[in-house]
């Protein structure tokens, strides 16, 4: 199927069951609808789906700065589908994701199907046509871009004050433990030095006795191995001259009776310093004790794995300190953020309730002119205390179709046909709004006929002159109102249904328009009727 849509109003007609939503189909999918096999006809084969949109006269730039995209004033959507039901989507040949196709569709067309307009009974659907009258799409965009991140913020604060309480659980203990550690000015081998420091000071008396014997043995009394070096010397020293072995002999004597002298002296001083002190056998005890309940209180073997020990606890306390400052900032961020919030959703109310009563007033007459001259149409903004993802609004479209009839919402009163040409008011209003360039209405007749169906037609007509409006109908006085009129039709033949759509001339379009007012082939009567809908002489 090769289909145009030449502009202003388009009507496609044709038999139910022709394939007139086919296209709809296939654009949808091209818009970034989900795919299945069901869009394969042949399903060894792939499918392709391709759209064109004319975007010259769009300010689309921004789209194509953030996806990062050419800018082009053609756009070609393309949809392939694979047999496998895998799908692949292109934007101008480049590959992009659904979500790419979806946020463009946003700015191209509005398909307006029966069951959207389901849709004017969400508060969600009724807040966002409130938007696009007030002009604060996107104002309440940037609200709602900012109530996302004030949200994010205060699950971040909640996370982070959850962590506090449990820090603060353990903040004493850990405390505790890192001031037990700083006090015993742990070093690596101090256990070690203090157990030799210990040994040494219980076996002070012997230490000195020894080096005191010692001493002596060298230095003291009168046999000493001094003296008797010293008797060596000499007669080593009277033999020195007679050749150099005798020499070196003296020599090495001699130096050995000097270092020897020197040992004596530092087992002497070394002896004088030894004192045999109680107090200080107990205070290295108390470290040594110390320090070994602290190498068992934290499972470790030696000082350097319990000074890793004092550096983790070191860390956690720190990281307290840090909690608390992240608390803090992220307070004020929540503070900075909440009154930008009410700032703008108070800037958005002000917006919104300032064009409902021209809304309400411009529905009644469009309403009015679709013969429902006795319909009233109220939106009710109720303020709310607290901010929310709408603001401090909530929304509700009230409607009663009657004279005295209460207003009420529109799910408990407003059958189809009245839903419909509702819609129809506010799309109609919304054109004006909303630079959508191309809007697609599938079957906005239904529960109308007549006389209505001649004043939606006028509307839609009125709505041609402004974008591209696409009408998809069964009922000749709209069919009738088309710039360009397309007909659907299918052919049978051994194998298969296929599905036709063509667009008619002023011969073809009296007599399809004739078939729509007649039953079974179209009688005079219906022609002449279907030229004077046409305004053809």
Do not use: W
């Not at 090769?2 to 818009?31: C, M, Q, R, W, Y």
Request: charged share 25%; with cysteine; aromatic share 6%.
């Amino acid at each position: 199927m090769d289909v145009n849509f030449p502009g202003h109003l388009t009507v496609i007609t044709g038999e139910t069951g022709a394939g007139k939503s086919i296209f709809l189909e296939a654009l949808g999918l091209a818009l970034g609808n989900r795919a299945d096999l069901a869009a394969l006809q042949d399903k060894t084969k792939k499918c392709v789906i391709e759209a064109e949109f004319d975007v010259k006269n769009l300010d689309l730039h921004f789209f194509f700065e953030e996806n990062d995209l050419d800018k082009d004033s053609t756009i070609i959507l393309r949809r392939e589908i694979s047999a496998e039901g895998k799908s692949r989507s292109f934007l101008n040949d480049t590959p992009v994701g659904l979500n790419v196709l979806k946020t463009l569709a946003e700015h191209l067309i509005d398909i307006h199907s029966q069951h959207q307009t389901l849709l004017l009974n969400k508060s969600n659907f009724q807040l966002e046509t409130l938007d696009a009258f007030a002009g604060t799409l996107n104002l309440f965009k940037a609200y709602k871009t900012e109530f996302s991140t004030l949200n994010k913020l205060q699950s971040s604060l909640n996370t982070l004050q959850e962590k506090e309480v449990q820090a603060r659980k353990e903040l004493d203990y850990f405390q505790f433990l890192f001031s037990e550690l700083e006090e015993s000015d742990i070093k690596a081998g101090q256990l070690k030095t203090l157990e030799e420091e210990s040994s040494a000071l219980e076996n002070a008396e012997s230490i000195k006795s020894k080096l005191l014997n010692s001493a002596n043995a060298i230095n003291g009394g009168d046999e000493n191995v001094l003296s008797a070096l010293s008797r060596v010397k000499q007669e080593l020293q009277s033999i020195s001259k007679f050749g150099k072995q005798y020499s070196d002999f003296y020599e090495r004597v001699n130096s050995v009776y000097i270092e020897l002298k020197e040992l004596a002296n530092e087992l002497e001083d070394a002896e004088s310093e030894v004192i045999f002190d109680t107090q200080k056998l107990e205070e290295v005890n108390a470290k040594m004790d110390k320090l070994n309940r602290l190498l068992k209180k934290h499972s470790v073997t030696n000082e350097e794995e319990l000074l890793a020990v004092k550096i983790e606890i070191e860390t956690k306390l720190a990281q307290f300190s840090s909690l608390e400052h992240e608390i803090e900032k992220t307070q004020k961020q929540i503070q900075s953020l909440n009154a930008n919030c009410v700032k703008l959703a108070k800037d958005v109310s002000a917006q919104r309730s300032k064009i409902i009563p021209d809304i309400e007033k411009r529905v009644k007459e469009l309403l009015a002119s679709l013969s429902m001259e006795n319909a009233n149409f109220k939106i009710e903004l109720t303020q709310q205390t607290a901010l929310s993802q709408t603001g401090f609004d909530e929304v509700k479209f009230l409607f009663s179709a009657n004279k005295g009839a209460t207003l009420n919402e529109l799910h408990k009163v407003a059958s189809g046909g009245e839903l419909s040409r509702l819609m129809l008011s506010l799309k109609a209003l919304l054109a004006t709004k909303k630079q959508l360039p191309a809007i697609i209405f599938d079957e906005i007749d239904t529960g109308v006929s007549g006389d209505v169906a001649d004043k939606i037609g006028n509307i839609l007509l009125n709505m041609g002159n402004a974008m591209q409006v696409i009408v998809i109908t069964h009922l000749p006085q709209m069919a009738s109102k088309g710039a360009h009129h397309l007909f659907v039709y299918k052919k049978d033949n051994e194998e298969k249904t296929t599905s036709y759509i063509k667009q008619l001339n002023s011969e073809e379009r009296i007599t399809e328009i004739a078939k729509m007012l007649s039953t079974g082939n179209p009688t005079q009567s219906a022609l002449v009727n279907a030229k004077e809908l046409l305004g053809v002489n």
